[in-house]
């Protein structure tokens, strides 16, 4: 099944005008922030399809050059507004990672209200997780990819933390960020072996020294 528009056309018509779908990525690396974006578009959901280059999936099913295609579409796009927040290393230590991803989500969507000017009738959120904020949440298992939002978000928060994740090799080049981005490789147990561990690394996930 591949993301469309169908199922917020649904809440639409059930009454549910504004609507945002949120995803996170990282929650899984030994190193580096978890980043949330959030997502809404109008309801015109063709405008946006007619502009897409293929088939619109989740970022994990991309390839990154595919991910930085549909990544600069988006940000050409009029029709579709967002926010990007994360959550730092640090803070995921003192609070764990499901908080983390959790408060990463909050904050995009809080900081996509403040631009828009208004509340969301509807956060659909990707996976079973619901976040700290009064407003009606759907958690939808898998839902980068089968709910256009979601997947549209997933991409924009996919590749803003690879970029940060690039510019950390810049500081930290023995540890090889732009090639793992801080998920738990062989190669990247290997340079914190040999390395040591860094500044930006997590100390409450196990990173084998």
Same mark, same amino acid.
């Given at each position: 099944? +591949?993301?469309d528009? !169908? =199922?917020?056309?649904?809440?639409?018509s059930?009454? !549910?005008? &504004?609507?945002?779908?949120?995803?996170?990525?990282?929650?899984?690396?030994l190193?580096?922030?978890?980043?949330?974006? @959030?997502?809404?578009?109008?309801?015109?959901?063709?405008?946006?399809?007619? %502009?897409?280059?293929?088939?619109?999936?989740?970022? /994990?099913?991309?390839?990154?050059?595919?991910?930085?295609d549909?990544?600069?579409?988006?940000?050409?796009?009029?029709?579709?507004?967002?926010?990007?927040?994360?959550?730092?290393? %640090?803070?995921?230590?003192?609070?764990?990672? =499901?908080?983390?991803?959790?408060?990463?989500?909050? +904050?995009?969507?809080? /900081?996509?209200?403040? %631009?828009?000017?208004?509340?969301? *009738?509807?956060?659909?959120? *990707?996976? /079973?997780?619901?976040?700290?904020?009064?407003? #009606?949440?759907? @958690?939808v298992?898998?839902?980068?990819?089968?709910?256009a939002?979601?997947?549209?978000?997933?991409?924009?928060? /996919?590749?803003?933390? *690879?970029?940060?994740?690039?510019?950390?090799?810049? %500081?930290?080049?023995?540890?090889?960020?732009?090639?793992?981005?801080?998920?738990?490789t062989?190669?990247? &147990? #290997?340079?914190?072996?040999?390395?040591?561990? !860094?500044p930006?690394h997590?100390? !409450?996930?196990?990173l084998?020294?």
């Amino acid at each position: 099944m +591949r993301p469309d528009f !169908s =199922y917020e056309k649904k809440l639409i018509s059930e009454g !549910s005008h &504004f609507l945002v779908g949120v995803d996170e990525v990282g929650v899984g690396p030994l190193a580096g922030a978890v980043t949330a974006a @959030a997502v809404t578009a109008p309801q015109n959901f063709g405008v946006i399809i007619s %502009k897409l280059v293929g088939d619109l999936r989740d970022s /994990k099913a991309l390839t990154a050059r595919r991910r930085e295609d549909f990544y600069k579409i988006f940000m050409e796009l009029p029709e579709i507004s967002y926010a990007i927040a994360s959550v730092s290393e %640090k803070i995921i230590d003192r609070i764990n990672i =499901y908080e983390a991803r959790r408060l990463a989500a909050k +904050r995009a969507v809080m /900081k996509l209200e403040k %631009k828009a000017g208004r509340n969301f *009738d509807v956060v659909i959120l *990707d996976g /079973k997780t619901y976040i700290n904020i009064a407003r #009606n949440q759907i @958690a939808v298992v898998k839902g980068d990819e089968k709910i256009a939002l979601c997947a549209i978000a997933s991409i924009i928060a /996919k590749v803003t933390r *690879d970029g940060m994740m690039i510019r950390a090799h810049r %500081k930290y080049p023995e540890y090889r960020f732009d090639l793992h981005k801080g998920y738990g490789t062989k190669l990247h &147990f #290997n340079m914190i072996q040999k390395y040591g561990v !860094s500044p930006i690394h997590r100390r !409450s996930f196990y990173l084998g020294v």
